[in-house]
């Protein structure tokens, strides 16, 4: 009797133990992972609650209603606005690129009626115009292409080739395919007229002028302080925009896995069959060779903020689109999820965030999974309004060929891109960082990407354009890759420690002044 009753005691305490470590286990599957808690500081809600419904179209144009500063009160509202009035207004036809800025042998801006030997620019139609003898005639100036009815073809040379044994290799080595994307893409990077005009009258399209911008910022901060007669330095105008767009060649896009034959049909590109690209053709202005290329990302910035406002675009099946980082949009598009609620209910909510795919492991780690495609999430009833008040996105897909070269603002394929996130800060209001990068434009690097940090640094020095480390740190990721730093910048990157003494005069975030050569004397 004495050993049944010590065996029954034994099983119940087992049992019990076994349901307590069941139920500890169900208990631990409903709570969030290591990365889901790492992904909280990721998701901040950026938009205000009024924003849904505060931004509309009147007459063709996009407002907001009772909101006096929407890039800081409707970022991502705002970032699909900035991405509509780009396609609307044809940027790959009619604004400028880095190269149509930053000419190779350029001729300083004609500061009166008697210069010569100079540029002079229409403000009312962006066109320039050189004043001269030189053989090289209006090539030493900056172009704005809408004053010339727009370029027909684009002329680009992409960054390498990616062979069919390289992109073999990545799958052996578990590489981050987005990562072999961005070593090859065509980034073209695309301004306003706001923003050309700009660089134009103040001489910030030649190394000379940003060797001027030095000099004058180095004597105030030695000799002037604690007065700043320049007053905010280089500073664009409020309207100015930067465009930054990734385009990919066919081939590249095929051998990833991007893209495939959807619809059997030589005759049209290769493409996602439900969700098409945008495509474009290139020219190859060496070999003159013309390629299909597939819009992957934008990455823009507004001068809305003094800081500029920072938004990132990237097609929906991008491979790894919301990888590392996840996908954050308060206005465009929202998926459904489910939350635990206090009493161990649960509840079905309609969420802005994506968050970055993960697996546990047999030993209880957390990780990533990369290489992967993400669900498409369901577009707002505010956004679909807006794609058709605006006339986007409205047609059938549209494909390039030899006779149509260019985009089409009327095809479907431009509702097949996704806003990636927003950024109006260096830090996010509970002290993190804020993180913002495109799985292509950031491969390998997403993870600490922050548009600002990394933009702050640009600017000139003695020499021109400050060729600096760009928002590169020193620290390797795990694949070895360098990463990028983010929140606020060093004074160390402007200053020599301690001193007054300028080693960098910043450029208000333009990066595209390390394009920039010296004056010509042909």
Excluded at 63 to 79: R, Y
Aim: glycine residues 6%.
């Amino acid at each position: 009797m004495k050993h049944q009753i010590i065996t029954r005691f034994i099983i119940w305490v087992l049992l019990t133990a076994l349901c307590w470590n069941t139920a500890l286990a169900a208990d631990a599957s409903k709570q969030p992972s290591s990365i889901d808690q790492a992904m909280y500081f990721k998701s901040h809600v950026r938009d205000a609650a009024t924003c849904k419904q505060a931004m509309k179209d009147k007459k063709g144009a996009i407002v907001f209603d009772g909101i006096s500063n929407p890039a800081i009160t409707c970022p991502d509202a705002f970032g699909w606005k900035q991405f509509m009035e780009a396609v609307q207004a044809e940027f790959w036809k009619n604004w400028a690129t880095d190269q149509q800025i930053w000419v190779k042998k350029p001729k300083p801006y004609c500061r009166n009626q008697n210069d010569t030997d100079c540029c002079e620019l229409n403000e009312k139609t962006g066109k320039t115009n050189y004043r001269g003898r030189s053989s090289g005639g209006n090539a030493h100036c900056p172009l704005f292409p809408e004053s010339m009815g727009g370029i027909k073809l684009t002329q680009f040379k992409d960054k390498h080739a990616l062979s069919p044994h390289l992109a073999r290799q990545s799958e052996v080595l578990d590489d981050d395919k987005s990562r072999i994307a961005r070593d090859t893409e065509a980034e073209i990077v695309y301004h306003n007229k706001p923003f050309f005009d700009y660089s134009v009258t103040h001489n910030l399209y030649h190394s000379n002028g940003l060797i001027e911008v030095f000099n004058q910022q180095k004597y105030q901060a030695a000799s002037q302080s604690p007065y700043r007669p320049l007053g905010q330095g280089v500073s664009y105008p409020e309207t100015a925009v930067m465009f930054k767009v990734d385009f990919i060649s066919e081939d590249v896009m095929k051998e990833l896995g991007y893209i495939s034959d959807h619809d059997n049909d030589p005759d049209t590109p290769m493409n996602d069959a439900n969700h098409p690209y945008i495509t474009m053709n290139i020219e190859n202005p060496e070999t003159q060779a013309i390629k299909t290329h597939y819009l992957v990302a934008v990455t823009g910035a507004s001068k809305a903020l003094p800081n500029w406002h920072w938004y990132a675009f990237e097609h929906v099946n991008n491979i790894g689109r919301c990888d590392y980082i996840g996908c954050n949009d308060s206005y465009g598009f929202q998926h459904q999820v489910t939350v635990n609620n206090a009493d161990d209910s649960e509840t079905t909510i309609m969420s802005h965030y994506i968050p970055p795919k993960q697996i546990t492991t047999e030993l209880g780690d957390t990780l990533f999974v990369r290489n992967e495609k993400y669900a498409s999430a369901d577009m707002t009833p505010q956004l679909s309004q807006l794609f058709k008040a605006m006339n986007i996105g409205q047609g059938p897909v549209s494909h390039v060929n030899e006779d149509n070269p260019m985009p089409d603002v009327a095809s479907a394929a431009w509702q097949s891109y996704r806003l990636k996130g927003t950024q109006t800060n260096f830090y996010n209001n509970d002290g993190s960082p804020v993180i913002l990068g495109a799985s292509v434009t950031e491969g390998g690097f997403v993870n600490t990407a922050s548009c600002m940090s990394c933009h702050v640094q640009a600017g000139a020095n003695a020499n021109g354009p400050n060729f600096n480390t760009v928002g590169g740190t020193m620290s390797l990721s795990l694949d070895g890759i360098g990463t990028v730093t983010n929140g606020a910048p060093e004074s160390s990157v402007f200053f020599q420690p301690g001193t007054v003494q300028l080693s960098t005069a910043r450029s208000d975030f333009v990066w595209g002044v390390l394009n920039a050569n010296p004056l010509s004397e042909d």
